[in-house]
Every structure is written in structure tokens, then in C-alpha cells.
């Protein structure tokens, strides 16, 4: 039986990401994966103290879609994200997804309105994604960007000392014409070996519009 998925993606504070993911595992996810970034914002006192760059963490994880409002409701009211500064929170639905054994479900680009491309996320360990990125090139996918982050999964985190170490992750970000998202998926999935537990993942989105990719120049 296949369960639809949406994907969740939080932006907030860092040292803010393990506790959203706390949240959404509360509530119905799995594991997770955090990535470190960094925002500006535009304050000239800030700016004068060297202040200006905030660091953000990204947070990225899957759901049952039946839980979707649910997360929702639970991460804003708890982290007050309805108030202004203190993050954003979005999801989308997933169109595919590849080496979950609990949302596993191939991509048909007949099913519903999947649009002409599709951003294609690939979660694996660290120094991995390059290996993503040769197996999609060589179905067809052109360009892609890598970012570093760490898995938040429970079965994924070891102690060393009585102190948690999570594993790295890198996430592979690919925009790819949705007739490929089934050949790149599943050659990613095979060259990397994701049939094994706690592998990797792959996830697909809809995208509304393109413009720039080096096919379409």
C-alpha cells in the first residue's frame, strides 16, 4: 500500500532545528535532516558591529499527508511562527520518492498535474553526493547543488562518550524535466544502493516554472 507523503522544509534559528524536528516526530515523521545556513538581515547597527549575518538551520523531512495539518499546527504553535523573525515553515506534496520502505512510490508523469519539471532531493551520507550527481548526469540531468547537513534520524544517532554524534548528510538538489525523474531516481537509487536501510533517500516536488537550466539555453 503506498502512503502519500508531503515534504516539510523549516527555516529557523540556529540551534532552533532539533527541537522543530522533535515537534514533527511528535506528530508523525520519522527522521530528518538539519542544514546549516546562513541569512542577512538588513540592520545598519547590526551591520556596524559585524552582526549582520544570522546563522539559520534548515530543517527537511517527510510525513503522511494525513498528518500534514496537524505538523502544521503543532511547530507554529509551539515555536511561534506566526510571529514575525522567528522562522517559516512550508511543505509540499511529493510526487515520487525513492528508498523510504514507508512512502516508497515510483513517479508517473501522467499521475494528477506533476507540471514540465520537478526538483529532485537526494539525501545521502556525507561525501556521497558526488557519486548522486554522476549517476544523474548519466541519465540525463544537467547541473545540481550539493549542501551539508546532519541526520536527525533515531536509529541513526551513535554515543561516543555518553554524547550524541550525528551522522553528515549531504543533500543533492536537482531540477530535472519530469520524463527523467523516474530514469535519474531510480539509477540513483541503484548506484548508491538505497534498498538498504538508512541508506538514502530520494524525494521529488513539482515545479511550477523554470528558468535558467543549461538544457533550456
Known amino acids: ?83 514575525k523573525g522567528l522562522g517559516i515553515l512550508f511543505s509540499a506534496d511529493t510526487s515520487s520518492v525513492y528508498g523510504s520502505h514507508v512512502f516508497n512510490r515510483a513517479f508517473e508523469k501522467e499521475g494528477g498535474n506533476m507540471g514540465e519539471y520537478q526538483l529532485l532531493v537526494t539525501i545521502v551520507d556525507r561525501d556521497s553526493g558526488d557519486d548522486v550527481v554522476v549517476a544523474a548526469r548519466n541519465e540525463g540531468a544537467k547541473g545540481a547543488t550539493i549542501l551539508h547537513g546532519r541526520g536527525t534520524g533515531t536509529t541513526e544517532i551513535s554515543k561516543l562518550f555518553n554524547i550524541e554524534i550525528q551522522p553528515e548528510k549531504e543533500i543533492v538538489l536537482l531540477v530535472v524535466e519530469s520524463e527523467k525523474v523516474k530514469p535519474v531516481s531510480e539509477n540513483i537509487h541503484a548506484a548508491m544502493g538505497l534498498d538498504k536501510p538508512g541508506s538514502g533517500v530520494i524525494f521529488s516536488i513539482p515545479v511550477n516554472q523554470v528558468t535558467g537550466l543549461v538544457q533550456n539555453l
Open 1 to 83: 500500500m503506498t502512503v502519500e507523503s508531503v515534504a516539510f522544509f523549516a527555516i529557523v534559528n540556529h540551534g532552533i532545528g532539533q527541537k522543530v524536528l522533535k515537534i514533527a516526530k511528535q506528530h508523525g515523521t520519522g527522521g530528518g535532516t538539519l542544514v546549516l545556513c546562513e541569512g542577512t538581515i538588513p540592520n545598519k547597527f547590526l551591520n556596524l558591529m559585524g552582526l549582520d549575518e544570522s546563522k539559520k538551520e534548515m530543517m527537511i523531512t517527510l510525513a503522511p499527508k494525513e498528518y500534514e495539518k496537524i505538523i502544521h499546527e503543532k511547530i507554529t504553535e509551539k515555536m511561534k511562527l506566526d510571529k
